[in-house]
């Protein structure tokens, strides 16, 4: 099993920044992948940036060059550094890790943007 722990959302202006972290605890050599997700009233679960064992990014078009997703490996953290955020980034954004055997979700946080 894989355990996570999400932090970091919360209430910005439009513009202004957010950095999201999610640790991950547990079975956490079997992960392959590691991705933030997000999922706004009324809409669809989103996939908003990846990022693989071989450190490979990917990013939704709508947040490429805004977001970037890292990682601290001594840590077992992934991060979501958001920038010049806007209203449409509202959302529950959610960690989420894939592997062999393996799904696992966060809790999620909230990301309001709202002037």
């Known amino acids: 099993q894989v355990q996570l722990v999400e932090s970091g959302g919360g209430l910005v202006q439009p513009g202004g920044s957010l950095r999201l972290s999610c640790a991950a605890s547990?079975?956490?050599?079997?992960?392959?992948?590691r991705a933030w997700y997000r999922q706004a009233p009324g809409k669809q679960r989103e996939l908003v940036a990846q990022i693989t064992r071989d450190g490979s990014k990917n990013y939704a078009d709508s947040v490429k060059g805004r977001f970037a997703i890292s990682r601290d490996n001594a840590k077992n953290t992934v991060y979501l550094q958001m920038n010049s955020l806007n209203p449409e980034d509202t959302a529950v954004y959610y960690c989420?890790?894939?592997?062999?055997?393996?799904?696992?979700w966060g809790q999620g946080t909230q990301v309001t943007v709202t002037s």
């Open positions: 547990g079975s956490i050599f079997r992960i392959f992948t």
């Open positions: 989420n890790v894939k592997g062999v055997g393996l799904d696992y």
